[in-house]
């Protein structure tokens, strides 16, 4: 079905936030519908705070298959689902609601998309390996649990709020070693570790000439991964290669979690290739 061709019949997704405008998920899962041929549509809604529980009932009350829920709604909407998957409650936030005959389930696709695109992208299993996070945030949270579960055999956090830190590592220590740290701790792991995830916004447009650590030590056994994407290639990422460490950046996170949600609300498996082509040409 080419877009534009909705009917009486046409399956509804959308995404909730604020702001929203900058979103790239209705091109990404409107070119999978049409790649499978699917009769379904997705759409971007404004959503303001305060005005979620009603968005949530409309989810309801006008049949929407999916919904992706981003800031600053990910919490809040918890307290509007009928079910909330395991995963979700452990990382606190839902990024994506499936509607079964108005059942609706609350999941998190953004550390599962993240590891997804890390094997697929840069080929890294977490499985047995030590990453080392910066920041400890809302996007670090999904991260850091998903590294956990898929095995990761420690996973240090450093923050410059050293307590948020704290409080994470101590989240994820159930599956993991883990330990909250201060910027200037990372001298004390840094030979020890394969990874370094920074989940932060420094370097993100229009800062791009931020980088968040001193990155003079980086070699070629590590990978560096930032969660940024706009730019595709941060001051990061760039001062990685330059030291011939491997690198990943952020737009993968942003797919997959795309896929993940996609493959909920279809059954189908995500078009992956087109949804990527899709966003890359979103940003011109
Ligand atoms: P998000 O949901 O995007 O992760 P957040 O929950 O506000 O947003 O978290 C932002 C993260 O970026 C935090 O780890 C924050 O560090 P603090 O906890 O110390 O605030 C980090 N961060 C943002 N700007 C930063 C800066 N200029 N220097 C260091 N860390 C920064």
Known sequence: MKQGNMDTATVMHGVFGDPIKHSKSPVMHNRAFRELGLNAAYAAFHVRQGQLKDAVAGIRAMQFRGVNVTIPH?????????????DAVAIGAVNTIVN??????????DGIGYVRSLKEEAGFAAAGKKVLMLGAGGAARGVAYALAK????????????????VQLADSIRPF????????????????????????TEVGMHPNV?????????????????????????????????????KTHGGLGMFIYQGAYAFEYWTGREAPVAAMREAVLEAFG
Do not use: C
């Not at 898929?150 to 830190?165: D, L």
């Not at 993991?176 to 989940?199: Q, Y």
């Open 74 to 86: 990910k919490l809040e909407v918890m307290d509007y689902l009928d079910e909330i998957s395991e």
């Open 150 to 165: 898929e095995g990761a055999s420690a996973v240090y956090i450093a923050n410059r709020t050293v307590s948020k830190a």
């Open 209 to 245: 000439d931020e980088v968040l650590i001193d990155t003079s030590w980086f070699h070629e056994g590590l990978t560096i991964s930032d969660i940024v994407y706009n730019p595709l290639v941060t001051r990061l990422l760039r001062e990685a290669a330059e030291r011939r460490a």
């Open 100 to 109: 079964d005959d108005g059942k609706l389930t609350g999941y998190n696709t």
């Open 176 to 199: 993991t070693t883990s330990e909250g740290i201060g910027f200037d701790s990372i001298v004390d792991v840094r030979d020890e570790i394969d990874l370094i995830v920074h989940n």
